[in-house]
């Protein structure tokens, strides 16, 4: 079974700073979806950023962006000039064919001002 | 579109009673899940239905919790009789398509007293 790794229960950040939060997977596909996921207080599921295995560029939206190592089955999200508003707890998610989302247990992360 | 609508927000219960949580999907989508999420076991995946029809069930804890679909737009996972351990923040998302981003309602945070 697939599973989703972060290692990281907690992390700070100063504001306007950069942050970076692991996640690593397991699995024997080749082909499969990762995703990060934010839940700020609110409870909201936000989906932050997507990648596909298969593509070996990098997701970036705006200030959040990937690195994704496929060989190293690692799958980071960086966060610049992080702002208040990005407190939250962020979630790793694995998909392959075939399996349904799989979700790490989340890091929750602070903005300090 | 108004994204995925539950509710009740927040529902506190007596240990014994019956509770049922709602879910409208996004209009269009195909598929509907229901998540749960505690702080000791994470986001944990209850049931999928496609095109209203339960497909994996397998995650749903006991024979007191049970999931209808009757329309493409209307869900409800009920809980009968509802116990303390029950207590969570239960979500419903929905897809268009099985492996594609799934949309999170705002949960359902449910306390059994």
């Known amino acids: 079974a697939q599973t989703v790794t972060q290692s990281q229960p907690e992390m700070s950040v100063q504001e306007a700073e950069t942050v970076t939060l692991s996640c690593t997977y397991d699995?024997?596909?080749?082909?499969?979806?990762l995703f990060w996921y934010k839940q700020p207080p609110s409870r909201q599921m936000i989906l932050v950023i997507r990648?596909?295995?298969?593509?070996?560029q990098n997701a970036t939206e705006n200030r959040f962006s990937v690195n994704f190592q496929k060989a190293a089955k690692s799958f980071s999200l960086k966060i610049s000039d992080s702002q208040l508003g990005d407190a939250a707890m962020y979630f790793c998610?694995?998909?392959?064919?075939?399996?349904?989302?799989?979700f790490g247990p989340g890091t929750r992360l602070s903005v300090l001002p | 579109d108004a994204g995925v609508i539950q509710s009740p927000r927040h529902e506190v219960t007596e240990m014994g009673q019956e509770v049922t949580l709602r879910c409208k999907p996004i209009?269009?989508?195909?598929?509907l899940f229901w998540y749960r999420q505690t702080m000791m076991r994470g986001l944990e995946l209850l049931i999928y239905?496609?095109?209203?029809?339960?497909?994996?069930d397998s995650g749903m804890p006991e024979d007191r919790f049970s999931a209808k679909m009757p329309n493409a737009s209307f869900s409800t996972l009920k809980i009968q009789p509802s116990e303390p351990r029950d207590s969570a923040v239960y979500f419903c998302?929905?897809?268009?398509?099985?492996?594609?981003?799934?949309?999170f309602g705002p949960g359902t945070r449910l306390t059994v007293l």
């Open positions: 998302a929905s897809s268009l398509g099985r492996y594609n981003e799934q949309f």
């Open positions: 699995t024997s596909e080749s082909d499969y979806y």
């Open positions: 990648q596909e295995a298969y593509k070996q």
């Open positions: 998610a694995f998909r392959n064919y075939g399996q349904n989302f799989v």
């Open positions: 209009s269009g989508h195909d598929y």
């Open positions: 239905f496609n095109n209203n029809v339960p497909i994996d």
